[in-house]
């Protein structure tokens, strides 16, 4: 039997789209079908589906069910442009994370070469992503065990950037399990990740799975961790990160990254090249995700502030490269310093 890291997040079925609910985690393992473009959109806009490179790989196969739908005799017609107008829709759902955009026009390439070969393009994109993480999972933890000469460790993170937001193992998560693995973990902090929770949710879960000692962190308290001594390295994902280097990441990373220099203690990013925005060099440029309100003024669905309370509630934040120590793709490790636009 394979290890719950072996499955993919997402797969493709009988002419549609399996995801696990990210929304019923932990309490419900509930198995999700998309069968539509709109199906799709939704499940990344309520972020049934979440995570950088498991958004761009839900959008590539959108591509393909847009195909089928469009392209065949029998289907409901529109050809091509009815397929490029569905790929514009689902770059568009989540703006920030450029692994969507990159993915979804990846998949719109091959659509001269009809459905089959769109369906080939994003399944083979999972597999690559397999074959990426396990290749940027080594050098990260190379590069953590480079700057981080103590042991046992004790690791914080953000978010979730385990095997539910990507194909395989995760980014930054990934490097966690890996040293855990190696017996050189003790503890991890695991931010919770306000307003959705993605970490109490989704990594306490992917590290209960694991048998890796964790504690969940409310956001607000990492800082005191760290002055307290119980933080040795903070490792992060990424959702997009410019040519110089700045980094955008779940809201909150950008004072973690703060607290993180105060202590001197490593702040690393872990990401996918397909990550990467070249287009841009300042961080300032990239497009923030605003939430709706109700995520911040409510919780479980009872309201929390009173009656018309307005928020503020960005998805994401950008933290600037002078603040990260070091960030790790597929292709090695690369100090902030050397990453120039
Ligand atoms: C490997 S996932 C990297 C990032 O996408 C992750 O850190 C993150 O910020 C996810 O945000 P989310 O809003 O949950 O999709």
Redesign the pocket.
């Known amino acids: 039997m394979s290890k719950p890291s072996d499955q993919p997040s997402l797969r493709w079925d009988d002419n549609a789209i399996v995801t696990l609910d ?1 929304r019923a985690l932990p309490h419900e393992r509930r198995l999700l079908r998309l069968d539509t473009v709109d199906d799709v959109i939704t499940a990344i806009t309520t ?1 049934a589906v ?6 761009g790989l839900a959008g590539a196969l959108g591509v393909a069910l847009s195909a089928y739908a469009h392209c065949l005799p029998g289907g409901t017609g529109g050809g091509q442009a009815a397929v490029r107008a569905d790929a514009r829709r689902l770059a568009a759902a ?1 703006p ?2 450029v ?1 969507l955009a990159w993915a979804v026009e990846r998949a719109v390439g091959r659509l001269a070469d009809g459905p089959d070969a769109v369906l080939a393009e994003a399944t083979a994109m999972i597999d690559e992503d397999r074959t990426v993480n396990r290749q940027m999972v080594a050098h990260a933890v190379r590069a953590v065990r480079d700057r981080c000469p103590q042991r046992p460790l004790r690791l914080l993170t ?5 095997r539910l ?2 194909a395989a193992v ?4 990934g490097t966690i399990l890996a040293l855990a693995d190696a017996g050189e973990v003790t503890e991890v902090l695991v931010d919770e ?1 306000r307003p ?1 929770l ?1 970490g109490a949710r ?1 990594t306490a879960w992917e590290l209960a799975e694991a048998g890796v000692p964790h504690r969940v962190c409310i956001d607000s308290a990492a800082a005191a961790a760290m002055r307290q001594g119980l933080v040795d390295c903070v490792l ?4 997009r990160i410019t040519a110089r280097g700045d980094v ?4 909150g ?1 950008y004072g973690l990254a703060i607290a993180a220099a105060h202590h001197g203690i490593p702040f690393i990013v ?3 090249e397909s ?1 990467w925005d070249r287009s841009l060099a300042d961080g300032r440029d990239i497009v923030i ?1 605003e ?1 709706a309100a109700d995520e911040v003024t409510s919780y479980g669905g009872v309201r929390t502030t009173p009656r018309g309370t307005r928020a503020y509630n960005p ?2 934040d950008v933290t600037p490269v002078s603040l990260i120590t070091a960030i790790v793709s597929e292709h090695g490790v690369h100090h902030a310093s050397e990453v120039t636009a």
């Open positions: 990210q972020l979440r995570g950088a490179p498991s958004i989540r920030t994370a692994n953000h978010c979730n950037t385990g937001a990507t995760g980014t930054a998560l990740t959705l993605q989704l992060v994902g990424a959702d955008a990441n779940k809201i990373t872990v990401a996918p990550s995700e939430r998805a994401f």
